[in-house]
């Protein structure tokens, strides 16, 4: 890092070493086309394990790429139709992406008029490879039906217009940070002889383009200083409540995220500083956007309703920073955040906004593979009206990754980061801009070790904590060994904190010809009592196995139950 106040001349310097590194890419698509599945001549795999890597045939130029590929199903039948888990319905191909870049993939076969179940031919969706196991376990979302054979999906709108229907279990866009992607195509009724089909044969387009923060192109976005969040969480809730004040001198935007059934379930009231109330609900699926502004001095009462009880919208009010192409933020619960753009000789450089907690050390970092210079710069402020940033404190110059230590800056402010294209061999970069933190004095859950057995525990700052993932690990369950299997007990401990770490992940090798049961038990007092049904604390229980015919299943209580058990 470089922090001065005396800014050389850029022409004083000779070239940065960055230029003089040789990135070498190995681009070899399969020439002549080989057949079904992907050019390959061979069948697609469907795990993570199995799964066809077809990285190579991308070349990643700055703009739009397009590939296109025909696959095949052999599509085994089951009483229903179709097989979920079967090898023979299910195509998994995995893209290593790189930063600064997201996917569209679109699936199209040929509707014969055979039968209109034909619309339900196949199923596409896109996830992390370590996650997704179905079109809906472990996705990001899902697109499916279409009379015209056409279905597609996005790391940009996930469940698009172009199929019917479909799901979304994540927030778009999503910036994938030049990670790896699977994308799952399932034949649903693809080979349905009972309707007459067979649709076996599909064509898979697959385009990557460039993005900041996941938004394709250089496209900037509105961007708010939150004073009140609401996110959709836990999984499911009937009513939510919350406030925040203004004093008059600002005006508060109020956006929401949907989910599908927003349509029909899903409604606000908002109660204002002179009593009356403002209402308004029922928004179109998926609907994300700015619903209301308010400036009026006072607190303000949030209100938020779902008839079915399984949730659906997440809110969040702020004051407007501008226009940027992104913003990194943490907050009490979450103190890293990461994101990738892309510049060129065309699209000279990216701003972000980096939101900042009071008394929180923080550092930045940015990196990318290309043979290109990148240079990063911290100012004060910027303003909205002339999109001008003042105010430079900070800046990195000469490394690669560039990085800025910023230290602990005191009160809660707003920094601004600038992504500069310098010049290079290669006329275009994809990066990725990452901000760490740490709180002043340590939060809640901050010292854990999960998986510890009673009273061993190490709470001082070298303990471990056991994998988040709302739906599946973020990376490797934590392995509990070492367990008796005679019929005796083993006891662990851990650690959940509502909205700093609300799961926690456990794996257990069974032998076989063996089975388990677990129970979940928790400190309760009279001022906290446990279990959902005394207005306490509550917590979730579930328990996940493979099986060899029906794929991944769970047990679980039902909710509210206190302590929680599950068996095999």
């Keep these: 890092m470089i922090v001065s106040v005396c800014l050389p001349m850029l022409g004083a310097f000779d070239a940065p070493v960055e230029l003089e590194q040789e990135i070498v890419r190995d681009e070899s698509p399969p020439t002549p086309c080989l057949g079904a599945d992907a050019c390959r001549g061979e069948d697609a795999g469907n795990t993570a394990d199995t799964a066809m890597d077809i990285s190579d045939d991308f070349t990643w130029p700055d703009g739009d790429e397009t590939n296109s590929y025909w696959g095949h199903m052999a599509g085994d039948e089951v009483s229903t139709g179709y097989c979920i888990n079967c090898d023979s319905n299910v195509d998994v191909y995995h893209i290593d992406m790189q930063p600064g870049y997201g996917l569209t993939v679109d699936i199209t076969w040929n509707n014969t008029g055979v039968s209109t179940m034909e619309a339900y031919s196949y199923m596409v969706a896109l996830g992390w490879p370590d996650e997704i196991i179905s079109y809906y376990q472990g996705s990001w979302g899902y697109d499916y039906y279409s009379t015209t054979g056409h279905i597609q999906t996005s790391s940009f709108e996930g469940d698009t217009a172009v199929g019917l229907y479909g799901y979304e279990y994540v927030d778009y866009p999503v910036d994938v940070l030049g990670d790896t992607v699977a994308v799952y195509v399932w034949c649903y009724y693809c080979n349905y002889t009972y309707y007459g089909i067979t649709n076996n044969d599909y064509s898979m387009n697959i385009t990557t383009w460039v993005s900041d923060g996941g938004v394709p192109g250089d496209e900037t976005t509105p961007m708010l200083n939150a004073i009140l969040e609401m996110p959709d969480e836990p999984f499911s809730w009937s009513y939510k409540s919350d406030t925040f004040e203004l004093d008059g001198t600002t005006t508060a935007y109020m956006d929401i995220v949907c989910d599908f059934w927003c349509n029909s379930e899903t409604s606000m009231i908002v109660t204002l500083p002179d009593g009356t109330t403002w209402t308004d609900g029922y928004w179109p699926s998926y609907f ?281």
């Design 288 to 568: 994300e956007g700015n619903i209301a502004n308010f400036s009026d001095a006072g607190e303000y009462t949030v209100e938020l309703f779902d008839s079915y009880g399984d949730g659906g919208v997440g809110v969040i009010v702020g004051n407007s920073l501008g226009n940027f192409s992104g913003m990194l933020s943490v907050s009490e619960f979450v103190f890293e955040d990461k994101l990738s753009g892309h510049v060129s000789q065309t699209d000279g450089s990216d701003v972000y906004a980096i939101v900042l907690p009071e008394n929180y050390f923080a550092n930045i970092t940015l990196d990318w593979d290309a043979n290109a210079d990148l240079d990063l710069h911290l100012y004060t402020d910027f303003d909205a009206d002339t999109e001008t940033l003042s105010g430079m404190f900070a800046y990195s110059w000469f490394d690669q990754p560039e990085y800025i230590d910023i230290g602990q800056l005191g009160d809660a402010q707003t920094i601004f980061a600038e992504v500069i294209y310098w010049g290079g061999t290669d006329s275009h970069a994809g990066y990725t801009l990452e901000l760490q933190t740490q709180p002043g004095s340590p939060p809640p859950c901050f010292f854990q070790d999960d998986g510890a057995a009673p009273g061993e525990g190490n709470y001082q700052g070298n303990g471990v904590d056991a994998p988040d993932g709302d739906y599946a690990p973020e990376g490797e369950a934590m392995p509990i060994s070492g367990y008796p299997t005679d019929g005796s007990r083993t006891t662990i401990t851990g650690m959940v904190c509502m909205q700093y770490d609300n799961v926690d992940w456990y794996q257990f090798e069974v032998p076989a010809y063996h089975g388990m049961w677990a129970m979940l038990d928790w400190f309760e007092n009279e001022s906290m009592p446990a279990g959902g049904y005394n207005g306490g604390t509550d917590i979730a229980f579930r328990m996940f196995m493979m099986h060899p015919s029906y794929g991944l299943y769970f047990v679980q209580t039902s909710y509210y139950r206190f302590p929680q058990t599950t068996a095999t």
